[in-house]
Structure formats: structure tokens, C-alpha cells
């Protein structure tokens, strides 16, 4: 690697550090906000005269938001930049917080949690497909685990000042919520994401003065692997999200030993994070999920026929560790291979089937539980152990390590009128020790980056191409796409003559 490419790869670094403090900063408050008025909603829905099935509605409510809404967010996300729908996510929080200090129904509480999660879920899917778009794929899993840090340190936070305060001043939990969710515009406002390829996308259809359609996503294994992994996840969530809390009241639990196990539950995770990338970024990936999901569902599976409280509570803190070391992990399998130009509804399916088991967890373990203690965790545990067994049969195939290795496009940069600018290397990660067609893969990888940064509007001299205008011209052709596939058949051309 020349120097020039070595300083290139030090300030990307550089910038994707900025972009992930930044980021985690940004959750962080969010969160803090959002989960410190849990604890007590529904207690405020009773004192607002709803029913305790009124209160169970309004808590759904937001999954369910998250479900109808955080696939169209992601496709939002990739057709007009990160970064707006992450704002405008945490404006309809915040917004939708204070709401809640008007006279209101109770029904119409169910909207105002609606949008709550409409606001989160849009802040969630942006935030993580930044990530998978702007940093580097060998150091994606420290940036997805400092992303759930923030989350979760939030989480640990946040319903403990909530409990605190007790229902007596609701009202100024709401404030709080929504003033955080504000708070955390500011450091939000100030990211730049290099290669966001919405933006790019809005500045090539003003260029050739028509509308580019969203390519569809590609699907492969390592990214359904991780669509089934993050179901599992969702229905680990649910049962507990419902459940946990009537398990430690029937074992006899007082209000502050339930408040400690939520909260000693977030700290392992955050003080596991930085660890726990780094891992990611170093071993077989399906590994660590397969062993962190399949460990927290052995506890889930062991908690009902244990009794005493404190064994909970250290059992659960525990167990924070496997889920520590299967997010990042199945965050960087989910983006191992996609376009960055897809990333935002690759995020949307992802977290629409983890939200989506959540509700249906969730819906059922109250039941279950009342039926039986051990029935809604041993049933949601059997269940996880076969996803896991589904998804291990998925991945069987897919790199579970990448290591980066670079392959050099001389390309040019578009200067701000398509004008050649001096040619610079596009370096490409790329898994070691892999078969000679994913090879051609990422070199036509490369070539996409090259045309996505080069701006369509003119290609590097140094392959020999002329500008698009006379492309059309001597072909006919009247369709960006038929163009682009023009192009993209000349540049990979070029590149296999390479050495």
C-alpha cells in the first residue's frame, strides 16, 4: 500500500471513529429518555382510569409501530440519506413524549406510544445502517457493539431514575423523555456520513433529470442466517419483557430487587462491549451467536424451576454476556456483503423480525405464565434452540471471518461538474481463502465503488471510458439502468486485465 493510500486509510479510520462516539452518544440519550418512563406507564394509564388490559394494549403499541413501520423507514433511509430519518425519528419521540402532559383519553394513549415507536424504531434502523455503510467491515463489530452499549447503558439508567421518581411526577418523566430525545438531535446534527449513497443518489437524478428507482436488496445466506438469529433474539426479549417480572414476584421479590435485575442486567453488557467487538472483528462470527443466543436460552430455559432471588438476579446478570457477544456479531453477518446502498431496509427486515417476535412473545407468555410458571420460558427456549439449529444449517457456507485485504481500482473523483480529478485507490475488503468467483464478486464490488463515488457522471481515463452523454448518444439507450449496465460491462472488462 502506497502512502498516499495509507494516509487515505487513516483518516477514513479517523472518520469512522467520529461517526461511532458520535452515534453511541446520540442512542445513549435517546434511551436514557425513553426507557426512564416505562417502569411506571403503565401504573399512569390505571390513574388516567384505563383498564390493566388498556395499560397491556398501550405497552404492545409500540412494537407494534415498530413492526408496520421500521421496513418503510429503511427503505426511507436509503432513498434520502441516514441521518434525516434518524432526526426526524428522534423529533417524533420527543414530540409524542410531551403530548403526553396534555389532557388525554386513555385510549389515546395507544396513538401517543404508537408514535413512540414509529420515533425509536426509525432512530434504530438509521443508526445501525450508518454503521454498516461508513465503517469499514473488520472493524464493523466494535462500531455495532459501542452502538449497543450506548443502548444499554441508557437502559440501565434510565428505569432506575424512573422508579425513583415514581408516578407521583409522571409528568416530569415525560419532560425529561422528550427533552432527552431533543438532547440527542445535537450531537446527531453534527454527523457526516462519507459515503451515504442516498444523497448521491438525489444528486445524480437532478443531474440526468429523472428519478432513480431503489435497486432491489440481494439476499444471501450469511444475511438470512442473521434474520433468523434476530427472531430468536425477539423471542428472548418478549418472554422476558412480560414475564421476568412475574416470576420474581412469585419468588417473592421486593420492588428494588426487581429494579436492580433490570439494571444489573444492562451494566455487563456495556462493560462487555468494547470486548465483545472486538471478538467479532476476530473470530468465526456464526460462533459467537450460535454459543451467546443458545447460552441465554439455556438460562431461560433454567429460571422458573429456580427459587431463590438473589440466584436470579446474578443468574440474569450473567447472561448478559451472551447476548453481549451475539449482537455485534450477528449485526456484521447481516451486513457481511451488502451493497451500502441497501443497508437501510436490510436493517428494516432485520429489525421488523426482531420486533415482530417480541409482540408475539410477548402477547402469548402472560397467558402461558398463568397457565404454568415454566411454560412460556421453556416453550421460547425450545423454539430459539431450533432457529439456531436453522440458522447454523444456513450459514454452513459463509465466511465466518473476514479479514481485509485490498484490491486497487485506480479511479478518479468526480470533481463538482463531473471534471476528472487526480486518480486515487478504492481499497476493498475482501474474506482470505475464498474460491475465485466471490473474488470476481468483489472486484465488481469495487467497480460499483468506483461508480457510486465517481458520481455516474464521468469514469476514470485511466479504463478508457467516455462520458455518459455520449454513451446514450451512440447506443440509444434512454434508461439510466441500461447506461449503468453499459458502463459496469466496460469497467469490469478493464479490471480482469489487472495484474
Not at 38 to 66: E, K, Q
Not at 466 to 482: A, D, E, H, Q
Request: with cysteine; hydrophobic share 50%; glycine share 10%.
Amino acid at each position: 500500500m502506497t502512502a498516499h493510500a495509507q494516509a487515505r486509510s487513516a483518516a477514513s479510520t479517523d472518520s469512522s471513529t467520529r461517526l461511532i462516539r458520535t452515534l453511541t452518544l446520540t442512542i445513549f440519550l435517546q434511551w436514557l429518555g425513553a426507557t426512564a418512563i416505562i417502569p411506571m406507564l403503565p401504573v399512569y394509564i390505571r390513574h388516567l382510569g384505563g383498564t390493566d388490559t388498556l395499560a397491556g394494549v398501550v405497552m404492545a403499541a409500540f412494537f407494534a409501530a415498530g413492526v408496520l413501520f421500521q421496513y418503510p423507514l429503511g427503505r426511507l433511509a436509503d432513498r434520502v440519506g441516514r441521518r434525516p430519518v434518524l432526526i426526524g425519528g428522534l423529533v417524533t419521540y420527543g414530540v409524542a413524549s410531551f403530548s403526553f402532559l396534555a389532557p388525554l383519553s386513555p385510549s389515546f394513549a395507544i396513538l401517543l406510544r404508537a408514535l413512540q415507536g414509529a420515533g425509536a424504531g426509525a432512530a434504530a434502523v438509521a443508526a445501525l445502517a450508518m454503521i454498516s455503510s461508513s465503517v469499514a467491515v473488520e472493524r464493523r463489530g466494535r462500531a455495532f457493539a459501542s452502538i449497543y452499549g450506548g443502548e444499554l447503558a441508557g437502559m440501565a439508567v434510565g428505569p432506575l431514575i424512573g422508579s425513583i421518581v415514581g408516578i407521583r411526577y409522571m409528568w416530569l418523566m415525560f419532560i425529561a423523555s422528550g427533552l432527552a430525545s431533543f438532547a440527542a438531535c445535537v450531537p446527531a446534527l453534527r454527523i457526516f456520513e462519507p459515503h451515504d449513497t442516498a444523497n448521491e443518489r438525489a444528486r445524480d437524478a437532478r443531474a440526468e433529470g429523472m428519478s432513480v428507482p431503489l435497486s432491489r436488496v440481494r439476499l444471501n445466506r450469511s444475511m438470512i442466517g442473521a434474520f433468523v438469529s434476530g427472531s430468536a433474539l425477539g423471542l428472548t426479549t418478549g418472554v422476558y419483557d412480560i414475564c421476568w417480572t412475574l416470576l420474581l414476584l412469585a419468588r417473592g421479590a421486593s420492588g428494588w430487587e426487581i429494579g436492580i435485575s433490570w439494571t444489573l442486567f444492562a451494566v455487563p453488557f456495556v462493560l462487555a462491549a468494547k470486548p465483545s467487538g472486538w471478538l467479532a472483528d476476530h473470530m468465526d462470527r456464526r460462533l459467537l451467536v450460535l454459543v451467546g443466543i443458545g447460552t441465554s436460552a439455556l438460562f431461560c430455559a433454567t429460571y422458573p424451576f429456580i427459587h431463590s432471588v438473589p440466584a436470579l438476579i446474578v443468574l440474569g446478570a450473567l447472561e448478559a454476556l451472551g447476548f453481549a457477544a451475539a449482537l455485534p456479531a450477528v449485526q456484521s453477518l447481516l451486513t457481511q456483503g451488502s451493497d451500502s446502498s441497501e443497508v437501510g431496509r436490510v436493517q428494516g427486515v432485520f429489525a421488523t423480525c426482531q420486533t415482530a417476535c417480541t409482540a408475539i412473545a410477548a402477547a402469548g407468555a402472560g397467558a402461558a405464565f398463568s397457565l404454568a410458571i415454566w411454560l412460556p420460558f421453556v416453550t421460547v427456549a425450545s423454539v430459539v434452540i431450533i432457529s439456531l439449529g436453522v440458522a447454523a444449517f444456513i450459514w454452513r457456507t459463509v465466511p465466518g471471518r473476514v479479514q481485509p485485504a485490498s484490491v486497487d481500482v485506480t479511479q478518479g473523483s468526480a470533481g463538482p461538474r463531473g471534471d476528472q480529478v487526480s486518480p486515487e485507490p478504492v481499497q476493498v475488503a475482501k474474506p482470505v481463502g475464498v474460491s475465485g468467483d466471490v473474488q470476481k464478486a468483489h472486484r465488481v464490488a469495487a467497480i460499483g465503488t468506483l461508480l457510486r463515488q465517481s458520481g455516474h457522471a464521468r469514469t476514470g481515463s485511466s479504463l478508457g471510458l467516455r462520458p455518459i452523454r455520449s454513451i446514450r448518444w451512440l447506443t440509444g439507450l434512454t434508461t439510466r439502468k441500461k447506461i449503468t449496465a453499459a458502463i459496469m460491462t466496460k469497467e469490469i472488462t478493464a479490471v480482469r486485465k489487472l495484474p
